[in-house]
């Protein structure tokens, strides 16, 4: 890589910049990354990580989200002035585990924990976060961005192509972009967040512990270890508290969790705090020229629902494959038109969903009211998008773009999740080893899926492959349950006997039949055609003269 000047500048090393950064490091490409504030942030913050952003960490090869990631507790709640429990509710609605979804659980994981392990895969590539470097101003033509940076009152003139903005909602990327920031502020949620170490008599850490009312005054406690032994997520809202005023009190925070709980509490530490205003806005566009924006500095919302980081991460990797192969010379830069038109339906659907959420809490007072199997993000898609491609659905002038969908498995379009398959066994060597799907896909290439009948079918569509980068483009044959598990002769990287029938049932296939299914580095589906023609099609909305 090209260390001396990259290509690309991050603004912001929250998870959102850090997983653009990874992504274009994984794909070869070098990356800046600043951050003005001079230390890392501290604090919980966001910490629910839903199944679909657990898989990216996965593609991401960054393991350690899920293996040290908490299950959520049980929430209970108690009846008024007393610590005799109400009822023990979940904060995370129910799903069934299916071989197509290896993470069927969310998982906790606080943004300072998330932040240590991304910066550490960063290290990998010889990249680190440069703290205290502030941008001030950028200015853009059609060659690249010169950006004005600050660090120690020195300023430094700096050239780059391009410019990632995840510097948050009060950040300058947006705001220098001229984008609109449309929505609400909600005056009727606010609440005071934080990190605190507290021991009660009869306050277990088995459970996540509410008291009160959501929308008069309540408080909401979650036991995690990465604060301490003692250490807790709280947070207090409600109309009836002065959130505003007891942010800036230690004190008053104290004496007001103390007064929600009937018990003798000892009170060690506040480690951080934040009062916060529910904001509903979003972008009417997510780039301008060579300059993005991601997470809060293209969305904002209310917390309920747990979307907001999850969503700046997807879409940090969406944008990240796509700016990689402009760079790299292999696609064109119209490609990166896609970002905007593909993220802000989502986005836009994210936003209907957790402010349905954050009324009904309101209404009901009851913050987990409300939550579906939605929230998983199984279902986002981007059937939509003019880049994906899929032979086997007629398209419908005017049909709804559904993009915040709950995952069907009985049904997989062009534009969907890739499913997962797992005990795939890899024939294609000596020794036949098992792999998962999963397992093959990586940020930097597509994977090009044939299911054949049998290895000799599949020829036709693996040799319209050779046309392509090999670093860019991967192919695997999938084969039925049905076939000898024997070394076979195939141009593909990968042959795969699909043993347990998991793959064909995952993509809906049927036996006999010849499928072909183009997984981006994103792990959606790109296209499903029926052989090499449709393959190629797929491929010239992508790269550059295919």
Known sequence: MNSVNPPVLVVGAGPVGLVAALTLLQNGVSVR???????????????????????????????????????????????????????DSSMVPPIEPTPSIPFHSPRSMGQQLLDVIL??????????????????????????????????????????KWIIGADGAKGIVRKQLGLAFLGETRDDTRLVTGDIRLKGVGLDRMHWHRFGHFKERGL?????????EDGWQFFLYGHE?????????????????????????TFTKLVWMSDFRANIRMVNKFSEGRVFVAGDAAHVHSPTGGQGLNSGVQDA???????ALVQKGFAYKSLLETYSAERLPVISEM???????????????DPSVGRTPILYMLGINCRFSTIVLDEFVTSVEGRPINAYGVLDEGHLEAGDRAPDAPNMLHVGRAEPDETTLF??????????????????????????????????????????????????ASPADLVLVDRESYAYSAYLMEAGQTKVFVIRPDGVVGAIVHGAEGVKKYFSKIFLDA
């Open 33 to 87: 990354i600043i951050d003005k504030d001079p230390h890392h942030r501290i604090g919980q913050r966001g910490a629910g990580i839903w199944p679909r952003s657990l898989e990216l960490y996965n593609f991401l090869d960054v393991s350690e989200v899920s293996g040290l990631g908490k299950s959520a507790p049980p929430v209970r709640s108690y009846k008024p002035g007393t610590l005799e429990p109400l009822e």
């Open 119 to 160: 910066r550490r895969h960063l290290e990998k590539f010889s990249c680190a976060v440069e703290m205290g470097t502030e941008l001030r101003s950028f200015e853009q033509s059609d060659e690249g961005v010169t950006a004005i940076l600050a660090k120690n009152g020195i300023s430094e003139t700096f050239d780059t």
């Open 220 to 228: 909401s406690l979650r036991p995690t270890d990465e604060v301490g």
């Open 241 to 265: 508290l002065d959130t505003t005023k007891i942010a800036q009190s230690e004190e008053l925070v104290f004496e007001t969790i103390a007064s929600f709980i009937p018990t003798e509490i």
């Open 317 to 323: 990797f969406n944008l990240g494959w796509k700016l």
């Open 351 to 365: 936003l209907e969903v957790t402010t349905s959420i954050l009324d009904k809490a309101i209404s009901s007072g």
């Open 439 to 488: 397992g093959l896909y990586r940020p930097w290439y597509h994977t090009v899926l044939v299911f054949a009948p049998s290895a000799t079918d599949a020829t036709q569509i693996l040799g319209a492959l050779e046309a392509y980068d090999k670093s860019v483009v991967r192919s695997a044959v999938v084969l039925p349950s049905s076939t000898p598990v024997t070394p076979v």
